[in-house]
């Protein structure tokens, strides 16, 4: 499986760079790719093995701990945009006042 963190982050920082937010943090895109390509990983993984598994010791169903990584994941990965678009909001004006986090993303694939 191939991750898109770097592909993200650098669709990202030319997305920025394109709307003039040239002052932005290198590292808190980095976060963002990052927390982007594992939660992205994480999902895909509990769709190939399902949000059931069996637990360790008793072999009862309990909810597939990828679960709460990807919830994790997808925590800092919103935290780290919004805090991108707060950046963006502040020193550049962006083209619409819309979150384009899904247009920049099915852009990457």
Known sequence: MTLKGRD?????????????????????????????????????LISKHGLLAPHPTTGVPMTSPLVSVSQG??????????????????TAKPAAEQDDMEMLLAEIG
């Not at 994941?73 to 502040?90: G, N, R, S």
Request: charged share 25%; with cysteine; hydrophobic share 45%.
């Open 8 to 44: 993200v982050y650098y669709k990202l920082m030319v997305w920025l760079d394109q709307a003039g937010c040239k002052n932005i943090q290198p590292k808190l895109v980095e976060e963002y790719a990052l927390s982007y390509a594992r939660w992205r990983q994480a999902e895909k």
């Open 73 to 90: 994941y997808y925590k800092q990965m919103h935290a780290a945009w919004y805090a991108i678009w707060d950046v963006l909001k502040t």
